[in-house]
Structures are given as C-alpha cells and as structure tokens.
C-alpha cells in the first residue's frame, strides 16, 4: 500500500506513453482531479443533507487536502523542472504534506461530530470468535 502511488504513476506512463510537462509530470494529478471529481459527485448528495457547519468543515478539509496533494504537486514539479530536486523541493515536498496531514485533523473532527449527532450510541465489537456471517 505504501507504493501505490508510485506504482499507479509507473502504470499509467507506461500504459499512455505519457510524461507530462510544464507541472504535470506526474500523471498522479490527472488521475487525482479525477478521483476528485468522482468522488466529489458521489457523496455530494450526503453533503448537501449535512448540517452547514457539518459542510463548511468538509469543505475546508476537502480543499486544504486537494489543494495541497494536486495544487502544491505542481508547483513542485515546475520548480524541480527548473532548478532540480534540491533542499528546497525537499522542503516544499515536506510542506505539501503537512498541508495534506493537517486537513485530515478537521475531517475527522467532523466525522465525529456527525456521528455525534447521528447516533446516540455506537459500539464496535472486537470478538475475535465471531464469524463474518454474524
């Protein structure tokens, strides 16, 4: 799981004989707007049924994520196709993903607070012995 995403960005140059340019090298940002889109319309239903400020805290979570995994990607990627992979887009690679870790701190904040308010109780049962058709 660790190299999904490099394996999937190998699979896909290959696949379309694709590089990129100009910030787009790594064809994960076209395949990361897509899944965005894909997923955007498929929970964009249960987001509407949200409270507003159940939705503003996705939003803002959703943007921060997005923003920093595709939009700071290619800032990354132009600055690389200029000056190389030097501290510096060591530092911005680091950067984006503080952005992408810090935006998973309102998600889950707002999942709890939908669960909150969803259910009154909620329990896991961890019984080993329990079979899968229970």
Do not use: C
């Not at 340019?21 to 707007?33: A, D, K, N, Q, W």
């Not at 929970?43 to 959703?62: A, D, Q, V, Y």
């Not at 887009?89 to 952005?99: C, D, K, S």
């Amino acid at each position: 799981m660790l190299v999904l995403h490099e394996r999937m960005s190998l699979f896909i140059r290959t696949a379309t004989d694709w590089s990129g340019s100009r910030g787009f090298t790594f064809t994960m940002g076209h395949s990361g707007l897509l899944t965005v889109i894909v997923s955007s319309a498929v929970f964009f239903r249960f987001w509407l049924h949200l409270n507003s400020r159940m939705r503003l805290i996705f939003l803002i979570s959703g943007v921060m994520y997005v923003s920093a995994a595709i939009g700071f990607e290619v800032v990354e990627n132009l600055y690389d196709e200029s000056f190389g992979k030097d501290i510096v887009y060591r530092l911005m690679q680091n950067v984006e993903e503080g952005i992408e870790m810090a935006a998973i701190v309102p998600f889950v904040s707002g999942l709890m607070g939908y669960l909150s308010e969803s259910y009154r109780r909620l329990e896991f049962d961890f019984n080993p012995e329990a079979g899968l058709d229970e």
